[in-house]
């Protein structure tokens, strides 16, 4: 009877594990909406399109955009500066000029750090801290902040997205 309970706790830990995670932001597996995995979530990093600077008032921000169907139709759509808004405690937000026409996978996952598009509401929002397991919309995921992201907790105003290693080649 006891090897039975602690057999059943083993298989309970573990089920938890594969179901809810103990990975690190760049091994964090998704929850998908669909029946695929969403780019820019997963274990497998996605092919990048090229780099990406964000200035947020006196920071600056590196990133990267996914070689992707979204990815690509944001990068169309580069430079942006747009004002932002704090749509959730754990996202900074602003619409689009234009919509991108994407079919990828949507998912409600997201990591800090992400930069993903709500095809709905015409939005990118950058995820800048793990305050919640999902988001409240669907998402499709098209980038990500290489490190900093932390800023856009406090930061209010305008941000300016462009691409960067068209500026390297440039200067």
């Known amino acids: 009877m006891f090897m039975k309970r602690v ?9 938890g594990l594969v179901c809810f995670g103990a ?9 998908s909406v669909g029946t695929g995995i969403a780019v820019g979530t997963s274990a497998i990093p996605p092919k990048v399109l090229h780099k990406i600077r964000i200035t947020a ?9 996914y ?5 690509r139709g944001i990068s169309q759509q580069l430079p942006i500066t747009k004002e932002i808004m704090p749509p959730a405690d754990f996202a900074k937000a602003f619409v689009l ?6 079919d990828e996978e ?15 509401g015409n939005a990118v929002a950058i995820f800048h801290a793990p305050e919640r397991d999902m988001t ?36």
Do not use: Q
């Open 7 to 15: 057999l059943s706790l083993c298989l309970a830990v573990l089920l």
């Open 23 to 31: 990975y690190s932001r760049e091994e964090m597996p998704v929850g």
């Open 57 to 65: 008032g006196e920071d600056v921000v590196y990133g990267v955009l």
């Open 67 to 71: 070689d992707t169907p979204c990815g």
């Open 97 to 102: 000029d234009e919509r991108i026409e994407s």
């Open 106 to 120: 949507l998912t409600n996952v997201y990591v800090p750090g992400g930069l993903a598009y709500w095809p709905t």
């Open 136 to 171: 409240d919309v669907p998402i499709i995921h098209f980038g990500k902040i290489d490190e900093g992201e932390e800023i856009f907790a406090e930061y209010d105003g305008e941000i300016t997205i462009e691409r960067y290693d068209k500026l390297e080649t440039e200067e």
